[in-house]
């Protein structure tokens, strides 16, 4: 998949190349207005992700020329700015989805596949784990023939976080900023995501024990996917 | 009270007064006024006979009354036998051919041909006083009427004289909510007074957008130099985690990086969503069930509960809704309220909402049996970065409150804390009703 980065901010860009990179995207990063308008003139993108705030150009002018230019791109706007006027006025221009910074790069990766499953429609996502399927698209996991209706909705998006992000450490940060993110508190520094895992550790093991779900020592946890 | 209504008011008051006063005090004035007349009349009358005897000799008119048929006024001459010497003007009954009637009478001695004389000069009192009634009633009339059209000319004048006051006040303080003024319409009048408010009030109108337009480009700017970096810099941490060549310890020191800069973010973003929503950059447009908006905390919260075993229980209407509401910030605020209800409890402890009509408000409670906040300390909760000592081994900045606050303030809900250290507080949300819908 190619993605388009329009960021001004070096340091962010390069970031972000890396990651996307990591993850198989196939990244060109643009610095400037200028440049990535000529770049989504000429080439066809699966996404484009645009920082408003950008020096020489206004950041929705150019979400006008990549919907023009590439409709079928999966726009995805990041600002700083966060204003809730902006938010509408992004998302009415055809934006798919809009995350303000900070934002975790994890974040931003799960809100890519999000769009990418609802755009196209992808059938039946179904994952299996050590006997437990786990259906994104209904939001269900079951064991055999019984679905397990205790897990809840908080412990099903740890879950599916988790999976998108397999084989890899999730800290609790990380998963506390993706399931409370957008709640504002004044709580920096809770360990509710150690009692979640011990709540969907429990519930799972009436049925076998989810070895795949490791608790990775002072960092945090990994669901752990042989390929 | 409106500044024209109490005008009028004190105009038509002092009049009344004024008229009373008047009216009260007319009978005797026009008493007065009458017997002075009369009496110098008598006077007169007293001189000019005087003068006749002594040019014509007392003795055609010695020993005799004269009166009119009417008996309204006599005038008798008699020998006085009496030593003393009269000369006054006196009210007396005197009894006239079998009537009895009351007389304003001058009486005076006088000697001629050497013998002593009374004369007696009178006037009776009904025929004075006949003349006070029409009086009366005539200037009765004309003050009447006087008032009245004192009262319509200053009622005209009046209006006419504060119609800008109260343009001004219509157009320039009702209505306009604060901090979003519209634009400047000078305002017509004459009275230099007015023409001076209408022009402070521009001034200060325009000083305090200026402000709020500075603090929001600020807030704006500050968002997005303090955002990107913190961006940035979480980005870093993030790949760098990832990196297969990086120790477990170097890993460990990255997660606490990273749990400062979350920290950071927190307080970032917190100051950030209170000075938003005191710029009003929220709109307030959702509806939704309290009910349904406690069912959603609960979801978040619940695993929170379960750390401290805290009894959590709701009673609230279940057709009770929430209109005209951000339900973003609606539930931040509740979210934060009962977050802290959980974080002070104890063990064990006990957490319950409730919702009720309350002497004409509908109210929100959130009750818990934690440590209490102490009296002393009770007016500076809402405080931005206050902490108290109670809290201070919780992980938090102390801008839990001062978002309650400004999310209240911004709907208008008055937020009430009552307290007693080591039972518990009680969090009271009063709602006006225009964000209710049951």
């Known amino acids: 998949m190619n993605v388009l980065v329009i960021e001004d901010e070096k340091g962010l860009a390069d970031e972000l190349e890396i990651f996307l990179n990591n993850y198989n995207y196939i990244c060109e990063v643009c610095f400037n207005g200028a440049s990535a308008s000529e770049k989504i003139a000429v080439n066809l993108y699966d996404f484009i992700l645009i920082d408003l705030g950008l020096p020489d150009y206004d950041g929705l002018d150019l979400l006008r020329e990549a919907k023009k230019n590439n409709p079928e791109a999966i726009c995805i706007i990041l600002t700083a700015r966060a204003e809730v006027y902006d938010r509408i006025k992004g998302l009415d221009l055809g934006a798919d989805d809009y995350l303000p910074k900070p934002f975790s790069l994890l974040e931003l990766q799960s809100r890519m596949q999000a769009i990418t499953r609802r755009k196209f429609g992808l059938k039946q996502n179904l994952v299996d784990l050590g006997g437990f399927v786990i259906n994104l698209t209904d939001r269900v996991i079951s064991y055999g023939t019984s679905e397990i209706s205790t897990i809840t909705r908080k412990e099903f998006d740890l879950i599916a976080y988790m999976l998108l992000h397999k084989n890899r450490t999730l800290t609790r940060s990380q998963l506390s900023e993706h399931i409370w993110g957008s709640i504002v508190n004044d709580d920096y520094d809770s360990n509710y995501i150690d009692a979640h895992i011990k709540n969907i550790r429990k519930k799972l093991n009436a049925f076998a024990p989810p070895d795949w779900l490791e608790t990775v020592r002072g960092l945090g946890y990994k669901i752990k996917v042989n390929t | ?438």
């Open chain 2, 1 to 438: 009270m409106k500044l024209r209504t109490k005008l009028t008011l004190f105009n038509t008051l002092s009049k009344l007064v004024i008229a009373t006063i008047f009216v009260l005090l007319l009978p005797t004035l026009i008493k007065n006024i009458n017997q002075h007349y009369n009496d110098s009349r008598l006077l007169k009358q007293k001189v000019k006979l005087l003068q006749i005897i002594k040019t014509q000799g007392i003795k055609d008119y010695a020993e005799a009354s004269y009166y009119t048929p009417l008996k309204e006024d006599y005038v008798s001459i008699d020998l006085d036998t009496t030593a003393e010497n009269l000369d006054t003007i006196k009210n007396e009954k005197r009894i006239l051919q079998g009537d009895t009637i009351e007389y304003r009478i001058l009486s005076h001695t006088f000697k001629a041909d050497n013998k002593k004389y009374l004369l007696e000069i009178a006037t009776s009192l009904d025929a004075i006083n006949g003349t006070t009634r029409p009086f009366q009633n005539i200037a009765f009339a004309l003050l009447v009427g006087m008032i009245l059209l004192t009262i319509i000319a200053d009622q005209l004048y009046s209006n006419f004289v504060l119609t800008p006051l109260g343009q001004i006040i219509k157009t320039k303080l009702i209505g306009h909510k604060f901090p979003n003024f519209g634009s400047y319409e000078k305002v017509q009048t004459s009275t230099s007074d007015f023409e001076y408010l209408d022009i402070s009030i521009h001034k200060m109108i325009k000083t305090i957008e200026n402000t709020f337009q500075k603090e929001r480009e600020f807030i704006s700017n500050a968002s997005h130099e303090l955002m990107t970096p913190i961006s940035i810099l979480q980005s870093k941490i993030e790949n760098m985690f990832e990196q297969e060549d990086i120790a477990d310890e170097l890993k460990t020191r990255l997660l606490e990086m990273q749990r400062i800069l979350n920290r950071l973010k927190s307080i970032t973003k917190t100051l950030l969503l209170i000075s938003q929503i005191e710029n009003e950059q929220f709109l307030k447009e959702d509806s939704v069930p309290l009910r349904e908006l406690l069912q959603e905390i609960y979801d978040e919260i619940s695993i929170r509960l379960q750390g401290k075993n805290i009894h959590y229980s709701v009673d609230v209407p279940e057709n009770l809704v929430l209109i005209h509401v951000n339900k973003f910030l609606m539930f931040n605020m509740v979210f934060n309220l009962i977050n802290n209800a959980i974080k002070y409890n104890r063990e064990n402890g006990e957490i319950k909402v409730a919702a009720m009509r309350e002497s004409d408000c509908w109210t929100v409670k959130i009750i818990d049996t934690g440590i209490g906040i102490a009296a002393e300390d009770l007016p500076f909760i809402f405080n931005r970065f206050k902490k108290l000592r109670a809290s201070l081994k919780q992980d938090s900045f102390g801008l839990g409150l001062p978002i309650v606050q400004s999310i209240a303030a911004f709907h208008e809900i008055r937020v009430e804390v009552q307290s007693e250290k080591d039972h518990g507080s009680v969090f009271k949300l009063i709602l006006p009703d225009s964000l209710i819908k049951i």
